[in-house]
């Protein structure tokens, strides 16, 4: 059964940091390539980072240079470290295998917030 459980969302401060995490089950995290997405209220789901099995990552605009996607094989865990956050990061965040499966988890919450 595939799983992702999201955990570290919360409230930030503007060009505060923040790391989430998502623990993975059922799936070859390993080889696969796995992405992080948010949804902001009132817009759709989106892929703001991925990294693939062999390291290579990439970003959307929006976050680069600020967001950090990182992986641990042995804990089948993927990180997303946020730093110098925006008002417009407030969103859902959510990771996903790239393109993302059907199954979904709760997702995290980060409201950035003076």
């Known amino acids: 059964q595939v799983q992702f459980v999201e955990s570290g969302g919360g409230w930030v401060r503007p060009r505060g940091s923040r790391r989430l995490s998502c623990a993975t089950s059922?799936?070859?995290?390993?080889?696969?390539?796995m992405g992080w997405y948010r949804q902001a209220p009132g817009k759709e789901r989106e892929l703001i980072a991925r990294k693939d099995g062999a390291g290579t990552t990439s970003y959307k605009d929006s976050v680069k240079g600020r967001f950090t996607i990182a992986r641990d094989s042995s804990l089948n865990t993927l990180y997303l470290q946020m730093n110098a956050a925006k008002f417009e990061d407030t969103a859902v965040y959510y990771c996903n295998t790239v393109p993302a499966r059907s199954e979904w988890g709760q997702g995290t919450q980060v409201t950035v917030s003076s």
């Open positions: 059922g799936i070859d995290f390993t080889t696969t390539t």
